[in-house]
């Protein structure tokens, strides 16, 4: 019982941590933790020392628990991490080339620089568009590559939830005009052009996302 207490506390605060809810350095309570989830604290323990351990709470010696920070170089290591992998499954998936979720997400994408050509504004929404790169990572049919990419979407995931309402319109267009290249490129059969453009995509939103944390910097 207590193994299923403590496995829905922590499926519950991993969440939250992830959807922004629980913001970076929060300070955590335990006895409020407890009072919210209906449990007692010894689940609550037990769930923020595997939280801990995925990186999403630090322990500070004599000042406890918060919700972990969201710091350069954890972007950076993301977006490296992310290069290695996306842009050899775009690579692949161009030679493959036939996958018609991928043709689902190049149409999609297509309409909606129509759509912006036509009304003369920015067309971008965070959701469903944004699981392209899974989509191309899925498009391989390796089972272990997805469970390996798909480790690393909570800390994606985070980022976006912390920093997405900060993005400019401008970055946001930059962002559909990027997809739109890798999938052209994917669909093109051109592996070249796709690992090129994966590479670029992830450069430039590391770039940009390193330039909003500069004031957050201590």
Known sequence: MNGNKKAMVYEKLRRRIIEGELRPGLPINEADFAREHSVSK????????????DGLVENVPG??????HIRPQDIREVLELREIIETGAAKR??????????GRKREECRKLLESEQASGKYVHEWGSWEDVHLC????????MLVDLYSGLQDRIHRIRSHYGQRFTQRRLHEILTEHAAILDAIMAGDSDGAEQSVQKHLRNAGAFLIQLTAPERE
Not at 42 to 53: K, N, V
Not at 63 to 68: A, K, L, M, Q, V
Not at 136 to 143: D, M, S
């Open 42 to 53: 010894t689940p609550i323990r037990e769930a923020l020392r595997q939280l801990e351990r």
């Open 63 to 68: 000042r406890g628990s918060t919700i972990s």
């Open 93 to 102: 998936a161009a030679r493959l080339r036939e996958n018609e979720e991928l």
């Open 136 to 143: 191309i990572v899925k498009a391989l049919g390796n089972q």
